[in-house]
């Protein structure tokens, strides 16, 4: 397999990172003062610059610094920004039609990506997609699908997940941070402690706990906790993504799968971050064979445009009538025209290969890093969804809060974004297209960092 770029990533984007001032510069901090007085403070903003152009793994801000993106805007842009088949989908578009009525009248496309999407489900069995515009819009989607096909109304969601910020969907977040002064939420939602084996909630050994979280939830919580027997669905992240890119056990998603079986819930599977390649799989849950009722998608499904989709089987989806639910832009042809065209260009370049590839590699290099530095408590991940925890001694544990660590990665020319039900878990996470070159300069500088850390904590 060819580790290196594709051909048509820019020739600015090919030696990365290139630092012409030191970020910000001029130019973004002018742009930067009128944000900040006309624009909402609730975004975190992590990056102090404005960016004007991408191309392949790389990021340029508006005074010519080139930066090394390990984000991908947030799992996003798994083909790669600017990918060109991608860029060319959206021109034709316009030049035909941007707001396609998908409410009231059909359109080409979204029968195509429909189409592609049952072709490509667990199992071909979610035959049938309802469009949204973002990933919390397809979370909304399936809590009102699952009640309407049980009756029930009554939820499971995990200790740090992440399912949204609207509605019912900011309802299942598990952080504070969050919540914080939304509140009250509508009743009927239960938290069950996710797997998250570095710090287990009972202080337990895997494999020697015998999933005891999991006896918890359906002893502990579905027979004693508070659910009144009206039960509609359980919401699992198959890695858990804003709660520190968490990988459970291999037991985890069939159990899940047996207790909705078993207590008549519908499985909704949230692949927003984990789906089309990103772990070295078009979904996650295709690792375990597990088959969801429902599975949730967005984020690279759109290609870079605002885009959510709730995919369920046909069973279940059918239940709707017109009407029960829609969405004015759900739909619109440039999200869809966008995210088809990403699909299938992950699906072409066999990008779920090449993140398993690339993935392995940076977690062998990762893991070396552990051994050599003290802040380094786990690494963990599938495929390019790697998760690298920072503690202040691997002894206690103890978390350590990243900014400032992210900040010196980013004056040094390196985009990561972090996660973490502590606020310390950075994220690799690059577009699955950057080389193997970029993936190993990307992994130096973080070192320094990590380096540049300890030394002045010790």
Request: glycine share 10%; proline share 5%; hydrophobic share 40%.
């Amino acid at each position: 397999m060819d580790l290196g770029l594709p051909d048509w990533v820019a020739d600015w984007a090919r030696d990365v990172p290139k630092l012409k001032v030191a970020p910000p510069g001029p130019k973004s901090k002018e742009i930067i003062e009128k944000d900040k007085k006309y624009v909402s403070h609730a975004y975190d903003r992590l990056f102090q610059f404005t960016m004007t152009k991408g191309s392949g793994a790389a990021i340029m801000d508006a005074d010519g610094n080139v930066f090394l993106d390990f984000s991908a805007g947030i799992s996003v842009m798994n083909a790669g920004w600017g990918n060109p088949r991608v860029v060319q989908a959206i021109k034709d578009q316009a030049d035909k039609l941007i707001h396609s009525l998908a409410n009231d009248a059909y359109y080409d496309k979204e029968a195509e990506y429909a189409e592609l999407l049952a072709k490509i489900s667990p199992g071909g069995a979610l035959e049938s997609t309802f469009f949204g515009n973002s990933g919390a819009e397809a979370v909304e989607a399936a809590i009102k699908l699952s009640r309407y096909y049980t009756k029930g109304y009554e939820h499971i969601a995990f200790m740090g997940a992440y399912h949204g910020r609207i509605g019912n969907a900011l309802a299942m977040a598990s952080r504070v941070k969050y919540k914080y002064g939304h509140g009250p939420y509508a009743p009927g939602f239960f938290f069950a402690p996710y797997p998250y084996c570095y710090r287990c909630w009972f202080k337990q050994e895997y494999p020697e706990c015998n999933m005891l979280c999991i006896d918890y939830l359906e002893k502990g919580i579905l027979e004693f906790g508070g659910p009144s027997n009206s039960p509609a669905s359980i919401f699992v992240e198959p890695v858990q993504g804003e709660g520190g890119y968490i990988v459970p056990p291999k037991e985890f998603l069939p159990r899940m799968r047996k207790l909705c079986d078993d207590k008549k819930f519908l499985l909704v599977m949230d692949e927003i971050q984990t789906g089309l390649a990103r772990t070295g799989e078009i979904w996650e849950c295709n690792s375990a064979g597990v088959i969801p009722d429902l599975l949730l998608t967005g984020k690279a499904s759109g290609g870079g445009v605002p885009f959510g989709a709730c995919m369920a089987k046909r069973s279940i989806m059918d239940v709707w009538r017109p009407g029960s639910h829609s969405s004015t832009f759900g739909g619109n042809g440039m999200s869809i025209a966008a995210g088809l065209a990403h699909v299938k260009e992950i699906l072409a370049q066999n990008l779920t290969e090449r993140s398993k590839v690339l993935g392995a590699h940076a977690m062998k290099r990762l893991n070396e890093l552990k051994d050599k530095y003290e802040i380094i408590g786990d690494v963990r991940g599938k495929g390019l969804m790697i998760g690298v925890e920072i503690v202040k001694s691997k002894k206690t544990k103890e978390p350590l809060y990243v900014p400032q660590i992210q900040g010196l990665a980013w004056r040094k020319g390196l985009m990561m974004i972090t996660a973490g039900m502590f606020g310390n878990v950075f994220r690799i996470a690059p577009p699955i297209i950057i080389s193997k070159e970029q993936l190993d300069i990307g992994i130096d500088i973080f070192e320094e960092t990590i380096k540049e850390t300890q030394s002045k904590m010790t």
